[in-house]
């Protein structure tokens, strides 16, 4: 037998710690920041937007403060509070498993201020939190940015210094912006402060320029000499080529507003057009339909979700109506409409079929129509065809709705008026195939008679209670009734 080393021991938890810190978000963005290769950021500011940006391929989120003061509808300003900010980030942390850099402006306040926020980040699952050396409340720095004072040297240390000791997860990430250049301060000055806050232990420097060509980016590049990761966010310098950050030594580039500025363009070009032209013809096949939102939102692992957890009583179910026949002595009455849309007591027979089924939380109804099936109406329920009515049975109907027997599912005629308990009674037997025959006698009918009379004292004969999903039925046909009736036994 093999027995192995204290020192192949040792390395094997070595590495399966390194792995274990590698699939965290954190250590995915530690990682980032150090790789030797060029790495991108991409702005979200919301929980789609987040899922958007882990779909396209991105490795990684910069929860930008623009973009999310943007989807509040609220300026760049430290207008939303930093709660509300965070609350965002727990939406985007669970829309998306990307390591997600907080654009945390001035760090909300002072030392204490930003020990509380880096606590926070941590509990959300949030990989680190950049931040700016500027004054709270901050101000975009596109906007005048010359004009914003920056914050003193030893203080913004002293913040960073807070942070990182205030951060259990050794790979949570602090990123110092240096916005020096911005507030027009010399290349020293910028580089003097970004030396002072990599000594005050920032994990990164994030160097920002508001000029349309990456000159002093290029020029702090060089000199910083890779002392530490470089960020850059190249907004306004964006026809730069990529390249160009490769060779000087950046570490990861953000793209840091443009799911928010290409969300705000497209809806502005939709709600023109439909304001104008009064209709959705125009705009239906260039927006992403409903159905794309619902796999957005995984709506998908709901149902699977609903199968496994809710109990019968309140899980989905359905109900099949087989109305494809015209059906024998009704002929005079249903010249132009199915027996399943004759009136009853005022109302179409298959009303009270379906408000019977909704009251009974049955909301997924699918009626097989084939004789006259144009006349049904099919508000609040599917409508299926069997082209073949006249010559075939009520199985070939019931085939044409396999699709809706995929949870526990009533199946009934479409010309059965029943009292509310007797389908309540059907969905809480236990049984796996229930079936409710009507037992009252009919002039017509003496076979049928002695087969509901047999069965009407069975209740819920089950050879495997517990099997799933399952079906009921309702069974046997009213043929002249005009008024629903209280008919029916679960056998
Ligand atoms: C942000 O995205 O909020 C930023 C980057 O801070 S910038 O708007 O360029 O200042
Ligand atoms: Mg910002």
């Not at 005048?144 to 040297?153: T, V």
């Not at 005629?413 to 007797?422: A, T």
Request: proline letters at 4%.
């Amino acid at each position: 037998m093999n027995v192995p080393t204290s020192a192949a021991v040792v390395s094997a938890l070595d590495r399966a710690a390194s792995e274990r810190v590698d699939s965290t978000r954190s250590g995915k963005l530690r990682r980032m920041l150090q790789s030797e290769q060029l790495e991108f950021l991409i702005e979200a500011h919301n929980g789609l937007s987040a899922r958007i940006a882990r779909e396209a391929g991105f490795g990684g989120i910069w929860a930008s403060g623009l973009a999310i003061s943007a989807q509040f509808g609220v300026r760049d300003n430290n207008e939303a509070s930093w709660t509300q900010v965070v609350d965002m980030l727990e939406f985007m942390a669970d829309a998306s498993d990307l390591p997600i850099l907080l654009d945390g402006d001035t760090g909300y306040g002072n030392f204490n201020n930003m020990r509380r926020l880096v606590h926070k980040l941590e509990q959300r699952g949030i990989a680190g939190v950049c931040i700016e050396d500027k004054q709270f409340p901050k101000t975009n720095s596109f906007l005048a940015g010359e004009r914003q004072p920056l914050a003193d040297i030893a203080e913004f240390s002293g913040k960073i210094a807070a942070g990182k000791d205030t951060q259990t997860d050794p790979n949570f990430s602090i990123v110092a912006r240096v916005e020096a250049l911005i507030a027009g301060w010399s290349m020293d000055e910028a580089l003097r402060r970004a030396e002072a806050y990599r000594l005050a232990g920032a994990d990164a420097i994030l160097i920002h320029s508001k000029l349309s060509k990456p000159d002093e980016i290029l020029i702090f590049a060089r000199e910083w000499a890779r002392r530490a990761p470089l960020v850059i966010v190249p907004t306004r310098y964006y026809s730069t080529p990529t390249d160009v950050f490769r060779e000087a030594g950046i570490s990861v580039v953000i793209w840091a507003n443009h799911l928010v500025r290409s969300a705000a363009a497209a809806m502005q070009s939709v709600a023109n057009e439909i304001y104008q032209s009064q209709t959705l013809v125009n705009v239906e096949d260039r927006i992403a339909s409903v159905e794309e939102i619902f796999r957005l939102q995984d709506a998908e692992e709901y149902f699977i979700a609903e199968r496994l957890y809710l109990s019968a009583r309140c899980a989905t179910r359905s109900a099949v109506v087989l109305a494809a026949s015209r059906g024998r002595g009704l002929e005079t009455v249903t010249t132009d409409r199915p027996k399943v849309m004759l009136p009853i007591a005022g109302r179409p027979l298959l009303r009270w079929l379906v408000d019977g089924f909704k009251k009974e939380n049955i909301n997924d109804i699918t009626v097989v129509g084939g004789y006259c099936a144009d006349a049904i109406e099919t508000a609040g329920i599917k409508l299926v065809v069997n082209e073949r009515h006249a010559s075939t049975g009520e199985l070939a109907s019931l085939a044409c709705a396999l699709d809706a027997l995929e949870s526990d599912t009533v199946i009934s005629y479409g010309d059965l008026l029943f009292r509310s308990y007797v389908l309540r009674d059907l969905v809480d037997c236990p049984a796996d195939f229930p079936v409710v025959v009507d037992s009252s006698p009919t002039r017509d009918s003496a076979r049928a008679t002695t087969t509901a009379a047999c069965s009407a004292h069975r209740y819920c004969y089950s050879a495997s209670p517990a099997r799933r999903p399952r079906s009921t039925t309702l069974g046997r046909r009213l043929r002249h009734r005009t008024r629903p009736r209280a008919g029916g036994s679960v056998c």
